[in-house]
């Protein structure tokens, strides 16, 4: 293995090899873009510096020119893979590299939680890294917008809705909701149903409805979309109505929770949000201008749990250049410079809560490291097809929640097409 000697802790050990320099490129395909771009450039920067390869980032609008890229027989040497299910497919079909004889294993069980080897691995086999990971779940707020109004932070899902509820009778508006995202519109309304399902059906229930081992018509699924209707299809409590919330796109949906006075008092997303609020409002202090609270428990009988989602690296071709990139992306120093400017997690146990750049985050990361139960984000675990149609169906179901049976017949359908079952 490549040791890039006094850069970074390699795994768990100091390489010491002065002046090994390899030269030449990896080609990187991902979607990333804005601030997630710049970070990832930051991150790879000491990399270049230090082994004289050049890492070329391609940016892409969706992932299906990854797979249209590895059919022509063209594919990128590493590429950012949008979840687990497509990391399966890819290593499945033998188009990924497995990572066992590229990365010192042990030290990877030793930085990383089971949970992670397991999500990036097929059949006995690695076949991703994580580098950055998404705490979902979070519903955040304009502190000061609370205090002043008098009113406290919800602990239960009842409270939560008694508060939406009394904002409409004071003729404001609760819920910040936007999901539009361009070809993947809808996915921010499936976070919301994954996290409903968790805190009333349980993670059980929650993995079987992942793999289709219970119909989409299932009470526990269907409940779930029933209590996303009660606050989503409520025109009174969205911001620019339900309607609104269709065409919104959701890097804006959280500006109004911060305007004077405030649009809006809450807003569902996961940890990248605090990127696009802090781009749009650089005075505000996190904790104090801005802050978020945990998506509160419905039911009281089942465990608290957490949902997450991660980008991962797959190696499509098995180069010098590429072995290092993967080899230097998993350690924690590498980490430490995308967690030190803002907007995720680390999923790597070695990065030290130090590294985080503000309260938040460090609260964000203490949720993560030490929850009981940690799921991976299900509608990235279905299969494309499945996908697709969940955030359509979301989208559907805003507009008109009455069509929620057909919309849950749909889905059924187009899963038992795609599983065979």
């Known amino acids: 293995m490549i040791l890039i000697g006094g850069l970074y802790e390699y795994m768990g050990r100091t390489g010491t090899l ?3 320099r390899i030269g030449g490129t990896v ?16 991150m790879v920067k000491p990399f270049e510096a230090r082994t004289g390869v050049k890492v070329q980032l391609e940016g892409i609008q969706e992932n299906g020119v990854l797979t249209a890229r590895i059919q022509s027989g063209t594919p990128p040497d590493v590429a950012v893979l ?10 499945r079909a033998g188009k990924l590299v497995p990572l066992n004889s590229v990365l ?14 397991d999500l990036a691995s097929v059949d006995g086999k690695v076949y991703g890294i994580f580098v950055k990971v998404a705490l979902k779940g979070l519903i955040w707020y304009n502190p000061k917008a609370f205090a002043s109004a008098g009113y406290t932070v919800p602990t239960t899902w009842d409270e939560m809705l008694a508060l939406t509820e009394r904002l409409a009778t004071e003729g404001k508006t609760a819920w910040c909701i936007g999901l539009e995202s361009s070809a993947a519109s ?9 996290d409903i399902v968790l805190r009333t059906a349980g993670a059980i229930v929650y993995e079987k ?30 911001y620019g109505s339900r309607y609104g919330a269709l065409i919104t796109n959701f890097k804006e949906s959280a500006i109004p929770v911060f305007t004077d006075p405030p649009g809006c008092f809450f807003h569902h997303q996961a940890t990248f949000i605090q990127d696009f609020i802090q781009q749009q409002y650089p005075a505000l202090k996190p904790g104090e201008g801005f802050d978020f609270f945990a998506f509160p428990p419905i039911d009281p009988d089942v465990p608290k749990a957490v949902e997450i989602a991660g980008d ?12 290092a990139l993967i080899q230097y992306l998993t350690t924690p120093t590498a980490q430490a410079i995308w967690v030190k400017r803002g907007g995720t997690v680390s999923p790597n146990r070695r990065v030290r809560p130090e590294d985080y750049p503000d309260p938040l985050a460090r609260r964000a990361a203490h ?7 940690v799921r991976f984000d299900a509608n990235d675990l279905m299969p494309e097809a499945v996908n697709a149609a969940f955030w359509k169906g979301t989208l559907d179901y805003v507009q008109s929640p009455a069509r929620l049976d057909a919309i849950l017949q749909n889905l059924e359908r187009v899963s038992l097409e795609v599983y065979g079952k």
């Not at 809808?186 to 976070?191: E, L």
């Open 82 to 91: 949008s979840a687990p299910v497509q990391m399966r497919e890819f290593a």
């Open 209 to 238: 409805w992942s793999r289709h081992e219970i119909a989409w018509t299932d009470p526990a699924v269907r409940r779930a979309w029933e209590l996303f209707g009660q606050i989503a299809t409520n025109s009174k409590y969205v």
């Open 18 to 20: 002065p002046g090994q």
């Open 27 to 42: 080609t990187v395909l991902g979607v990333w873009s804005g601030s997630e771009l710049e970070s990832f450039l930051a």
């Open 312 to 323: 991962l690296f797959g190696m499509f071709r098995d180069t010098p250049q590429t072995r």
């Open 367 to 373: 949720i993560l490291t030490s929850a009981d139960v």
């Open 104 to 117: 010192d294993m042990n030290a990877m069980r030793s930085q990383y939680g089971q949970s992670w080897m």
């Open 186 to 194: 809808g996915w921010p309304a499936t976070d919301w149903i994954g």
